[in-house]
Structure formats: structure tokens, C-alpha cells
């Protein structure tokens, strides 16, 4: 895909498919869209950049071992070392090479492939060279032959921010090179034909890019002006504003026709509504409404606001519809949460429920509760939930929170990103069910879940606010690929 494309020559629909680059203004529904129109720009969108990831393959071709001209200890006796001589590298390159670009296009990153298999030392140093010239911003290092291993090393260290190696089992002998296998600031694939891997691998680049041209909007009423500011580890740009900026927005939203309909239209799809008013609903779709235009006012891609206090602005609707459009929005200010959300919304494609924890120790099983979680979980594509419509659970007046029915045994992921720590936590398990309240007290939505392979369910607890997403193991490992490529510290069961 073209870096133009990546900004401009996609619709929503094709950039949703491809996983693209694109602002929050981008998001903006058709509905949606004409709100816009009352918030003047305050900043214009970050621009955005597709990843550029380099390729290279790593094996002689046969007639070099065959003249005994390869750089090994091996070449005197033309001996085609581990994979050996029926492994067909070249058509193992072919193979690579096509599905490599498949993901590539899906994803929505350049990959330029040497033209040519590396087996020289000159052509390591050339590779290396090129790259710190075209500045790529990670490097993947296909090795198929065990030799060749100390130059994988190189290359992977010397040549970019960051890198994926893949080595197939079978082009190596004995123990993996511990060089590799426990470097910091590669992700090191030792494994069968694994495409999933490499794809993970290919996915954090991607998702690093983006997160570094992205804006995290904080509204909060403890901030009299703009102030800026910067994420260091996953450079992230955060703006703060007052929470009066946005208060004034939605006082200045008249209650109009299309408004009510669109609450009206929300509340027929819920199974239920219990003890919210019609009033209360519209004035959801009211702060919905404002939320969006702030958001495009600062041409945000993220936002969070100091939500708790706001009365009948509160933006819990507004927020578990951003969340399932995957425009990450998080509740309380919360600046950890919100940035896993941002994670979650390049790494794993589909929403995070952002909700307080709780443990139910006696049946060591997890439990999380809040008031904002999407109704599709599966990406914006994906099917949407079963909700009900009741109140806010803490305070007056009564607006508009959902319950949201997970599906009980579908996989989960419990993860956290700790800002200023390096560390993401990151625990598997199931959905046991989602239980009613009363007997359970917590908020309007909430998820009762089996933790994979823990003792003790409280160890878990990585601080208040972790973010539930729905995937597995799979899905898991696209998170520790980006701890690994990105020098964080992985905790949890992965």
C-alpha cells in the first residue's frame, strides 16, 4: 500500500480491512460526520506514515556449495550444512517472499526484499549499510542455513530500531544461538513454517508506527489550558485540556430530531431498559455528540476524560460506541488504560473493556466491572453483543449505562500497559459467564472469568483499571512479539 493511500486513497470500510493508518476524525460515522461541523480545528490530525520493514533471506545457493565457494568452515568439502541439500531454499524464499507481501498489504506496511539471498560477509555489511541509510523501522532476517547465524545477529542489531528473525527448525543445529534466542530488542522465531509468528513480528512494527503519530486527548478539570506532553516509551503525544472546554461543547449542542432518533434507534436494540428515561438516553447521543466533535477538534485519535463527576454529560454510551468503532476511549482520565486500548486497537484489532477488577477468592475466578464496554468485541465488523440499558450504578441522575452480556467460554485476554514502568501485563482465560447484579455488586457491565494456570487470582493484579479483551493465545503472543521488539517487561501467563 502506498503512503499516500495509507492518508488519503482509502475509505473507512478498506482501512478497517487493511488494518491502515488513520486519524479519529476518520472514524466518524456517516451519522456522525455533520456534528463536526460546530467544533473549529484546534490542531490539524498527526500525519501518518505506513511502517517500512526491510527483508532479507539468508542461505547460499546450491552451485556455491557445490564449487566450494561459500564463507563456512564447511566449503572444502562442498557440505550443505543443516537444512541440507533437499531443503530447496529457493523455493522456500518463493514461498516466504509471497506470503510475507500478503501480509504486508493487509496490514498496511512497505517491505522492500533484497534482491538476492545473503551469504557474504560483504553483503551483510552492504545490507547493514543500506539500511541505516533508508532508515527502515524494523528489519526482518529470514536465516536458512546454520552458519549463518552470527550474521542474522548482526544484522538484526546493527540495521534498525528493531527486528524479527526467523530461523526454521531444521536450519539449525543443536540449541538455538543464545544470541538470539535472549536478545533484547528483537523477536527471535525459532519454529515450523510458523507465518502466525512472523505476522506478529510484522504487526507490532505496524502498531509501534502508529501509536507514534498518534494523539491521546485528556480531558480534565484539572488543567486550566492546553498542555502537551509525551509518552516516552511508545511515544505517544498527549494533549491535556479543561474539562470546561468540553463541558461548553455540549451545553452549545441543541437537542435536535436526528439526536432523538438516534437514541431512540440505540434503545430498540437493547434486550431491556430499566429505570433510564427517554430524556437521559437523548442526553447520552447529546454528549456522544460532543465527545466526537472534541475529539476532532484536536484531531485525536485517543481519548480520555475526567468522566465521574460530569452529571448528565457523562459520556458512558458515547465511549462503548467509540470503543467498538476502535476510536479508544477511556474512562476517569486514566492515562495507563487508554493507552492499552491503544495497544489492543493495533495489536489485536477489536476493543478493550477498561473496568475495575475484582476476585472472587474462594473459587479463584476472576471478575471485572465498569460502565463503558463496547457492544462488538470481535472488531467493527464483527457482531454485536446483547446489551441492556440501566442506569449509571454510583450516582444521580440516572443516565444511561450498558449491560453488556459476554459470551460465556469465548477466550479472554486481562492486560495492562504500566506507563513510566517498561511493562505490560498480560493474562489468558476464558468467560465463565456474565452474572447479574444483584447477587454481584460493580457497575453495569460485568464478566466473571477463569484465569489460565494461576494459584492465587489476586496475583494477577496489576493496579486499577486493566483493560479485558476478547482473544487467546494467539492473539497473547502479538502482545509479548511487541514487548520483545520494544524492550518492555511481559508479566503474566504468555
Known amino acids: 500500500m502506498c503512503k499516500a493511500c495509507i492518508v488519503d486513497g482509502c475509505d473507512r470500510r478498506e482501512f478497517l480491512a487493511v488494518g491502515g493508518a488513520f486519524g479519529a476524525a476518520a472514524l466518524l460515522s456517516a451519522a456522525g460526520a455533520s456534528w463536526a461541523t460546530a467544533a473549529e480545528p484546534a490542531m490539524p490530525p498527526r500525519a501518518k506514515e505506513a511502517a517500512r520493514v526491510l527483508v532479507a533471506f539468508l542461505y547460499p545457493p546450491a552451485d556455491v556449495v557445490n564449487a566450494g565457494q561459500m564463507e563456512d568452515s564447511w566449503a572444502p568439502h562442498q557440505w550443505f550444512t543443516w537444512p541440507g541439500n533437499q531443503f530447496q531454499p529457493e523455493a522456500q524464499e518463493q514461498k516466504f517472499t509471497a506470503k510475507i507481501r500478503d501480509m504486508a498489504k493487509t496490514l498496511g506496511i512497505e517491505v522492500e526484499f533484497t534482491p538476492r539471498a545473503i551469504y557474504q560477509q560483504a553483503k551483510v555489511d552492504e545490507f547493514i549499510a543500506h539500511a541505516k541509510q533508508s532508515t527502515p523501522d524494523a528489519v526482518l532476517i529470514v536465516n536458512f542455513w546454520n552458519t549463518l547465524s552470527k550474521w542474522a545477529f548482526q544484522m538484526a542489531t546493527e ?7 526467523y530461523h526454521s ?23 515450523i513454517e510458523n507465518f502466525d509468528e512472523i505476522e506478529r513480528g510484522l504487526r507490532a512494527v505496524q502498531a509501534k508506527k502508529m501509536l507514534a503519530q498518534s494523539r491521546l486527548l485528556r480531558v480534565s478539570g484539572r488543567v486550566e489550558s492546553v498542555v502537551q506532553d509525551l509518552e516516552k516509551a511508545l ?22 430530531e436526528a439526536l432523538r432518533q438516534q437514541a431512540m434507534e440505540f434503545k430498540q436494540r437493547a434486550t431491556r431498559v430499566t429505570d433510564v428515561t427517554d430524556e437521559y438516553l437523548t442526553e447520552a447521543f447529546r454528549a456522544h455528540r460532543a465527545v ?6 484536536y484531531g485525536a485519535d485517543a481519548i480520555t476524560i475526567e468522566c465521574l463527576m460530569l452529571k448528565h454529560r457523562k459520556p458512558c454510551i458515547s465511549f462503548a460506541i467509540n470503543n467498538g468503532e476502535l476510536l479508544p476511549s477511556g474512562c476517569e482520565n486514566h492515562l495507563d488504560a487508554t493507552l492499552t486500548m491503544m ?27 465498569h460502565c463503558t464496554c463496547a457492544l462488538k468485541l470481535h472488531g467493527p465488523q464483527g457482531s454485536s453483543q446483547p446489551f441492556a ?4 450504578f454510583h450516582q444521580l441522575p440516572k443516565t444511561p449505562a450498558l449491560d453488556v452480556q459476554w459470551t460465556p467460554g469465548e477466550p479472554i485476554l486481562v492486560a495492562k500497559y504500566l506507563s513510566g514502568k517498561d ?16 447477587p454481584t455488586g460493580g457497575c453495569a457491565t460485568r464478566v466473571l472469568a477463569e484465569i489460565d494456570g494461576v494459584q492465587d487470582v489476586c496475583d494477577i493484579y496489576a493496579g486499577p483499571h486493566p483493560v479485558l479483551f476478547s482473544g487467546g493465545r494467539g492473539d497473547a503472543r502479538r502482545i509479548k512479539a511487541f514487548a520483545r521488539m520494544y524492550r518492555l517487561k511481559l508479566e503474566g501467563n504468555v
Open 389 to 392: 440499558v440501566r442506569p449509571f
Open 235 to 256: 511515544a505517544v503525544e498527549i494533549v491535556g485540556i479543561p474539562a470546561a472546554e468540553l463541558n461548553d461543547l455540549f451545553d452549545s449542542i441543541t437537542v435536535d
Open 292 to 297: 466526537r466533535q472534541i475529539i476532532e477538534r
Open 169 to 191: 527448525v531444521g536450519s539449525n543445529h543443536q540449541l538455538p544461538p543464545e544470541s538470539l534466542r535472549k536478545a533484547e530488542g528483537l523477536y527471535y522465531i525459532h519454529s
Open 343 to 369: 495497544l489492543g486497537r493495533w495489536l489485536l484489532d477489536r476493543a478493550g473493556f477498561q473496568h475495575n477488577p475484582e476476585f472472587d477468592t474462594s473459587e479463584n475466578r476472576y471478575f471485572g466491572a
Open 423 to 438: 511493562t505490560i501485563s498480560c493474562w489468558t482465560g476464558k468467560v465463565i459467564e456474565s452474572p447479574a447484579s444483584p
Open 159 to 165: 540495521s534498525a530500531p528493531t527486528a524479527i528473525v
